[in-house]
């Protein structure tokens, strides 16, 4: 049966059953509890509550007894504390009193600090305005008075800088201040600039007294001051130019004539018969004057250029103008101080020209003064006297130059030699390309970037030699014309009737013609041209003429050939035939055959062809083998073409007879071989 409990006891029921012993704070309590519950008896568990209380009032009755001394102390600080603020209120009565008494005093003080601040604002401002529009005494003692050094160009650089803001005080509402001091200034400033000038002047005639002049960083900036003033610049510059005018010809003069100090260096005219180290040395002596006296003159006219580099490629207008300028005076300065040596050194010039002979001592001049005119002309102007000197002697250089070829061409042309038995060049050829080579080895040697042309040289001195060689050859043809004549009249009266026709052409082959003497010109002009063409091969300088010469010799050794051929075919007594062949190979059916010619029957080309057999058969050489030609391979070129123009005239020969037109009954009797046979023969 059941139960039932009554409310309260099952509320505390349930109260007990939900209670977590597990938890921190339980087990905590029951720890705590643990330490003072000894026994665990009914007694005891009534007297729990009870038990737990006075262990509670145990414990608050030890911690009032620890504060105790903790709160005796805060008991004295506070008592300290209310008489400190005791005193505070003394004090605050006290300055209280002392403000209400002091308070004009520090109104006074307020209002002296704020004029204070106002009257330094002033000074200030007084400070700046003569600091930036007025000049100080010492600043006004060395601008007029002192010895010109470092201060005065600061005190000149303050009135420069006072002038500038006096443009800027115009634009403002204090025009009438700034036009006085800018009168003020404008008065010390020109002062300053004529004191300047004499200055410099002075120290520039100084600079004429030494050979070797050092520019002094004091005099450098008054340069450089005065080019604010192009007028007193200019005075300068002119007076620069005139003491190094004549300090400059002094040098020049004793290097000709004394030399060096103790004689070291000698003289430059010690060399006057050496004509090359004599113009040579005072074309150096002039280089070298003119490096120092430009590196003096940059010096002293433009000092930027050598303290500042340029950091970028780019400037602007203004310093582009400025640029400009400067190059412009100091070209004017070194124009002017190097004008007074171009009249010694253009007569000492002009009288070695005048007494030269030698034509290659005359080109090495005329190349010195080419060079010396570039390079002196790049650093100094072209349009300057001693450039222009340098380009006049250059010219005349050249003339006489010129002069000698055409002498030595004229001499040449009015003494032509005479032909030599074997045909050799004359000297005068051998002479010639060996002054050639040497020029052109001159020529080689130049320094100029673009060198000036060499053919003109070429032809001066070549084309002279050409046309003797050809005057000789000339003289030497008409002679033996003149005594193949004589010889050809004395043959014909004393002539053998007996002997046979054949035997006549071949015998005819031998005795002198007047063709020999043409063939013997040609080999003559042929090797006069080789010896001329043969050395200037592989030299660039003449490649134009070693072609033109190339294209004579082919024309000559063309002629010679045809004379050659046409000469043995006479003797042959083909000569005459030719014409009728080429008609009868060319025209087509209808023309009269050849058989019926008198110069070419039958008989009359057997014998002419019976002789050209023996020319081309025989063993005596009876062909020509040009032994006087000197270089071999045109002699075997030579023989080769007669050969090739034999073999043609013998195939145009033999074409014709076998032609069944021309009516030759038998014509393998006539031409006995073929063509193929004669080429054989000739080696082609």
Same mark, same amino acid.
């Given at each position: 049966?059941?139960?039932?409990?009554?409310?309260?006891?099952?509320?505390?029921?349930?109260?007990?059953?939900?209670?977590?012993?597990?938890?921190?704070?339980?087990?905590?309590?029951?720890?705590?509890?643990?330490?003072?519950?000894?026994?665990?008896?009914?007694?005891?568990?009534?007297?729990?509550?009870?038990?737990?209380?006075?262990?509670?009032?145990?414990?608050?009755? @030890?911690?009032?007894?620890?504060?105790?001394?903790?709160?005796?102390?805060?008991?004295?600080?506070?008592?300290?504390?209310?008489?400190?603020?005791?005193?505070?209120?003394?004090?605050?009565?006290?300055?209280?009193?002392?403000?209400?008494?002091?308070? @004009?005093?520090?109104?006074?003080?307020?209002?002296?600090?704020?004029?204070?601040?106002?009257?330094?604002?002033?000074?200030?401002?007084?400070?700046?305005?003569?600091?930036?529009?007025?000049?100080?005494?010492?600043?006004?003692?060395?601008?007029?008075?002192?010895?010109?050094?470092?201060?005065?160009?600061?005190?000149?650089?303050?009135?420069?800088?006072?002038?500038?803001?006096?443009?800027?005080?115009?634009?403002?509402?204090?025009?009438?201040?700034?036009?006085?001091?800018?009168?003020?200034?404008?008065?010390?400033?020109?002062?300053?600039?004529?004191?300047?000038?004499?200055?410099?002047?002075?120290?520039?005639?100084?600079?004429?007294?030494?050979?070797?002049?050092?520019?002094?960083?004091?005099?450098?900036?008054?340069?450089?001051?005065?080019?604010?003033?192009?007028?007193?610049?200019?005075?300068?510059?002119?007076?620069?130019?005139?003491?190094?005018?004549?300090?400059?010809?002094?040098?020049?003069?004793?290097?000709?004539?004394?030399? #060096?100090?103790?004689?070291?260096?000698?003289?430059?005219?010690?060399?006057?018969?050496?004509?090359?180290?004599?113009?040579?040395?005072?074309?150096?002596?002039?280089?070298?004057?003119?490096?120092?006296?430009?590196?003096?003159?940059?010096?002293?006219?433009?000092?930027?250029?050598?303290?500042?580099?340029?950091?970028?490629?780019?400037?602007?207008?203004?310093?582009?103008?400025?640029?400009?300028?400067?190059?412009?005076?100091?070209?004017?300065?070194?124009?002017?101080?190097?004008?007074?040596?171009?009249?010694?050194?253009?007569?000492?010039?002009?009288?070695?020209?005048?007494?030269?002979?030698?034509?290659?001592?005359?080109?090495?001049?005329?190349?010195?003064?080419?060079?010396?005119?570039?390079?002196?002309?790049?650093?100094?102007?072209?349009?300057?006297?001693?450039?222009?000197?340098?380009?006049?002697?250059?010219?005349?250089?050249?003339?006489?130059?010129?002069?000698?070829?055409?002498?030595? #061409?004229?001499?040449?042309?009015?003494?032509?030699?005479?032909?030599?038995?074997?045909?050799?060049?004359?000297?005068?050829?051998?002479? #010639?390309?060996?002054?050639?080579?040497?020029?052109?080895?001159?020529?080689?040697?130049?320094?100029?970037?673009?060198?000036?042309?060499?053919?003109?040289?070429?032809?001066?001195?070549?084309?002279?030699?050409?046309?003797?060689?050809?005057?000789?050859?000339?003289?030497?043809?008409?002679?033996?014309?003149?005594?193949?004549?004589?010889?050809?009249?004395?043959?014909?009266?004393?002539?053998?009737?007996?002997?046979?026709?054949?035997?006549?052409?071949?015998?005819?082959?031998?005795?002198?013609?007047?063709?020999?003497?043409?063939?013997?010109?040609?080999?003559?002009?042929?090797?006069?041209?080789?010896?001329?063409?043969?050395?200037?091969?592989?030299?660039?300088?003449?490649?134009?003429?070693?072609?033109?010469?190339?294209?004579?010799?082919?024309?000559?050794?063309?002629?010679?050939?045809?004379?050659?051929?046409?000469?043995?075919?006479?003797?042959?007594?083909?000569?005459?035939?030719?014409?009728?062949?080429?008609?009868?190979?060319?025209?087509?059916?209808?023309?009269?055959?050849?058989?019926?010619?008198?110069?070419?029957?039958?008989?009359?080309?057997?014998?002419?062809?019976?002789?050209?057999?023996?020319?081309?058969?025989?063993?005596?050489?009876?062909?020509?083998?040009?032994?006087?030609?000197?270089?071999?391979?045109?002699?075997?070129?030579?023989?080769?073409?007669?050969?090739?123009?034999?073999?043609?005239?013998?195939?145009?020969?033999?074409?014709?007879?076998?032609?069944?037109?021309? #009516?030759?009954?038998?014509?393998?009797?006539?031409?006995?071989?073929?063509?193929?046979?004669?080429?054989?023969?000739?080696?082609?």
């Amino acid at each position: 049966m059941d139960t039932k409990l009554a409310p309260g006891l099952s509320r505390k029921l349930k109260k007990v059953l939900d209670c977590r012993t597990d938890s921190p704070d339980v087990l905590s309590s029951l720890n705590t509890l643990s330490s003072f519950y000894a026994e665990n008896t009914p007694q005891s568990r009534r007297n729990l509550r009870s038990s737990i209380e006075k262990r509670g009032l145990s414990i608050n009755v @030890d911690f009032l007894e620890a504060s105790r001394a903790a709160q005796q102390a805060l008991d004295r600080v506070e008592d300290e504390v209310n008489a400190l603020a005791s005193c505070c209120d003394k004090i605050a009565k006290a300055l209280n009193s002392c403000s209400a008494t002091t308070g @004009d005093i520090i109104t006074t003080t307020e209002r002296l600090k704020q004029e204070l601040n106002v009257t330094t604002q002033r000074q200030q401002i007084v400070s700046c305005f003569l600091r930036d529009y007025q000049l100080s005494n010492q600043e006004i003692n060395a601008l007029r008075e002192e010895e010109l050094n470092e201060d005065f160009f600061k005190a000149l650089s303050h009135v420069q800088e006072i002038h500038a803001n006096c443009k800027l005080l115009l634009r403002t509402h204090h025009q009438r201040a700034g036009l006085e001091l800018m009168d003020m200034m404008a008065v010390y400033q020109e002062g300053a600039y004529e004191r300047l000038c004499r200055w410099v002047q002075a120290e520039c005639r100084q600079l004429g007294d030494s050979d070797n002049p050092q520019v002094s960083d004091l005099l450098r900036t008054a340069v450089r001051c005065l080019k604010e003033r192009p007028v007193l610049f200019k005075y300068c510059a002119e007076e620069v130019a005139n003491m190094r005018h004549n300090a400059l010809f002094r040098r020049f003069i004793s290097a000709l004539t004394r030399g #060096g100090p103790g004689g070291v260096p000698r003289p430059i005219e010690v060399h006057a018969h050496d004509p090359l180290r004599y113009v040579g040395d005072m074309l150096g002596w002039l280089h070298q004057a003119l490096a120092s006296e430009r590196e003096l003159v940059l010096a002293l006219l433009d000092p930027d250029s050598i303290a500042d580099s340029p950091t970028t490629n780019q400037m602007s207008k203004s310093q582009e103008s400025d640029s400009q300028k400067t190059e412009s005076d100091i070209t004017f300065v070194l124009d002017r101080i190097f004008e007074g040596v171009c009249r010694p050194f253009k007569l000492r010039v002009e009288q070695v020209l005048q007494s030269q002979s030698s034509l290659i001592i005359s080109y090495k001049l005329s190349n010195t003064l080419e060079f010396y005119s570039y390079t002196i002309s790049d650093l100094l102007g072209r349009d300057t006297a001693l450039s222009n000197t340098l380009w006049t002697l250059k010219d005349a250089a050249q003339k006489t130059f010129f002069d000698i070829l055409k002498t030595r #061409g004229e001499k040449l042309l009015r003494y032509p030699p005479l032909v030599a038995v074997d045909l050799s060049p004359p000297p005068a050829v051998r002479e #010639g390309v060996s002054v050639l080579l040497e020029l052109v080895e001159t020529h080689y040697s130049m320094m100029l970037q673009k060198k000036p042309p060499f053919d003109p040289v070429i032809s001066a001195l070549l084309d002279p030699i050409i046309q003797i060689c050809e005057q000789a050859a000339e003289a030497h043809k008409s002679k033996g014309v003149g005594h193949s004549s004589r010889r050809s009249r004395m043959s014909s009266d004393s002539g053998q009737f007996s002997k046979s026709s054949v035997d006549a052409l071949l015998s005819s082959s031998s005795a002198p013609s007047p063709q020999s003497s043409e063939t013997s010109s040609k080999i003559f002009l042929i090797n006069c041209l080789c010896a001329i063409q043969q050395p200037l091969l592989g030299h660039e300088v003449a490649a134009e003429y070693v072609k033109s010469l190339g294209a004579m010799i082919d024309r000559h050794i063309h002629g010679l050939v045809e004379n050659e051929v046409d000469a043995i075919l006479k003797r042959c007594g083909l000569s005459n035939k030719m014409s009728h062949f080429r008609d009868s190979v060319n025209k087509e059916s209808g023309s009269t055959p050849l058989v019926e010619i008198e110069d070419t029957s039958p008989a009359a080309l057997s014998e002419s062809l019976k002789a050209f057999f023996g020319l081309v058969l025989g063993s005596d050489s009876s062909l020509p083998e040009f032994e006087q030609m000197q270089v071999p391979k045109l002699r075997a070129e030579a023989c080769i073409q007669v050969a090739k123009a034999l073999a043609e005239t013998y195939d145009l020969t033999y074409e014709a007879i076998m032609d069944p037109k021309n #009516g030759y009954s038998d014509p393998k009797s006539l031409a006995r071989h073929p063509p193929d046979q004669i080429r054989t023969i000739l080696g082609i």
